[in-house]
């Protein structure tokens, strides 16, 4: 069955979706935080079938999340290690985390905690304002076009509701029931 792309849609999180929207994508890069690096040790700590784990892989790679480098000549074996783009992605793991905990952990708890080695504590993500460091709620937040949206898209009705000055994100009205 062939998927549909989203990498040409003029949305931020439908493009990283395109990349990273399934479990096996996500999995294998908290492996990859984790410390594994290596096929056979994906294969062994989640279980996933090796031909997915290729395909995984490969569009990691492909997309600049994973670098391969070889760590044995005879036979060639390849391990996988973050690149910056990748790296750049545990803050959404962790916040993946923080929400899962929140929501689905249960009366035991979280399965995995986050400790912070600078300061010394678990901690678990927060999303917050990059000027005034407040945590953010849909409800406090608009959206607007940036500079990168198609021109062409700008005056359709449909955009210009979606995109309305003052207009929260989300059903705010459905916080004050």
Same mark, same amino acid.
């Given at each position: ?8 849609? @003029? ?11 399934? +479990?096996?994508? !996500? =999995? ?33 790679? +492909?997309?600049?999340? =994973? ?10 074996? $390849?391990?996988? !290690? =973050? ?27 979280? @399965? ?8 010394? $504590? ?13 945590? !953010? ?12 949206? @198609? ?5 359709? @009705? ?15 009205? +459905?916080?004050? +029931?």
């Amino acid at each position: 069955m062939k998927r549909t792309s989203f990498d040409t849609w @003029p949305c931020s999180i439908a493009r990283t979706a395109d990349i990273l929207g399934d +479990a096996w994508s !996500l =999995l294998v890069l908290r492996e990859v935080f984790y410390g594994e690096s290596r096929f056979d040790g994906f294969i062994g700590s989640l279980g996933i079938a090796r031909n997915t784990l290729t395909d995984r892989l490969r569009r990691l790679e +492909a997309e600049g999340l =994973l670098r391969r480098q070889a760590y044995q000549s005879d036979p060639v074996r $390849h391990e996988y !290690l =973050l690149t910056d783009k990748g790296r750049d992605f545990f803050g959404v793991l962790a916040a993946i985390s923080a929400w899962g905990d929140r929501w689905l952990a249960g009366d035991e708890g979280a @399965p995995v905690v986050l400790h912070h080695t600078p300061c010394d $504590h678990d901690t678990e993500a927060r999303v917050v304002c990059s000027s005034c460091g407040e945590q !953010l709620h849909h409800q406090d937040m608009t959206a607007r076009t940036g500079p990168g949206y @198609p021109a062409r898209l700008l005056d359709t @009705p449909a955009v210009r509701d979606r995109f309305a000055p003052g207009r929260p994100l989300g059903d705010a009205r +459905a916080d004050q +029931a």
